[in-house]
Antibody, heavy 121, light 106 residues
Framework: QVQLVQSGAEVKKPGASVQVSCKAS????????LHWVRQAPGQGLEWMGR????????NYAQKFQGRVTLTRDTSISTAYMALSSLRSDDTAVYYC??????????????WGQGTMVTVSS | SYELTQPPSVSVSPGQTASITCSGD??????VSWYQQKPGLSPVLVIY???KRPSGIPERFSGSNSGNTASLTISGTQAMDEADYFC?????????FGGGTKLTVL
């Protein structure tokens, strides 16, 4: 079945970096954009950016420009989100999500299970 | 930056119709998606392209979008529909989410 499986929970110290992976299965990885969305405890959804899994091209939310890097490895159908200079307010669940691909600028039909990243000294 | 505004909470009695709004400048010119999220779980797409339902989403979920307001309507609301709901749209190659609405079925 179509699914996105993310890497496990992380605990990091302030100032460190974190990388979360998202492995796709059940569909052709390079046919769909992948996005990253985060959710702080008790808060709403916040878009971080997206990657064209075919070309590797990226778009980032202005808030995260310079601190987030999205990459992919097509040989293993896996996307990565790296976030640097971590602060306590980066503590959140990080999701990868597949854009439907039906039209440009559509919704997200498949979501990963989420990865909890805790930033604490 | 573009903003989407949702009411923080909506209450509905079982079997009645729930309506959740999402407001934004000229939102009717954009496509809106809606997500349902239950505690501890990932969001689930329930409406895309304003009014389309993904396979597996019950017919009681419907959507509309016009002017500055998009709406998610749940007809014959069931206890299992109690969840947080988020609207989402695109603006200048960036994705924007509404703040979310907690739907209580009481």
């Amino acid at each position: 079945q179509v699914q996105l499986v993310q890497s496990g929970a992380e605990v990091k110290k302030p100032g460190a970096s974190v990388q979360v992976s998202c492995k796709a299965s059940g569909y052709t990885f390079t046919d769909y954009y992948l996005h990253w969305v985060r959710q702080a405890p008790g808060q709403g959804l916040e878009w971080m950016g997206r990657i064209n899994t075919n070309s590797g091209g990226t778009n980032y939310a202005q808030k995260f420009q310079g601190r987030v890097t999205l990459t992919r490895d097509t040989s293993i159908s896996t996307a990565y989100m790296a976030l640097s200079s971590l602060r306590s307010d980066d503590t959140a669940v990080y999701y990868c999500a597949r854009e439907t691909g039906l039209i440009t600028g559509d919704g997200f039909d498949i979501w990963g299970q989420g990865t909890m990243v805790t930033v604490s000294s | 930056s573009y903003e989407l505004t949702q009411p923080p909470s909506v209450s509905v009695s079982p079997g009645q119709t729930a309506s959740i709004t999402c407001s934004g400048d000229k939102l009717g010119d954009k496509y809106v998606s809606w997500y349902q999220q239950k505690p501890g779980l990932s969001p689930v797409l329930v409406i895309y392209q304003d009014s389309k339902r993904p396979s597996g989403i019950p017919e009681r979920f419907s959507g509309s979008n016009s002017g500055n307001t998009a709406s998610l309507t749940i007809s014959g609301t069931q206890a299992m529909d109690e969840a947080d709901y988020f609207c989402q749209a695109w603006d200048s190659s960036a994705v924007v989410f509404g703040g979310g609405t907690k739907l209580t079925v009481l």
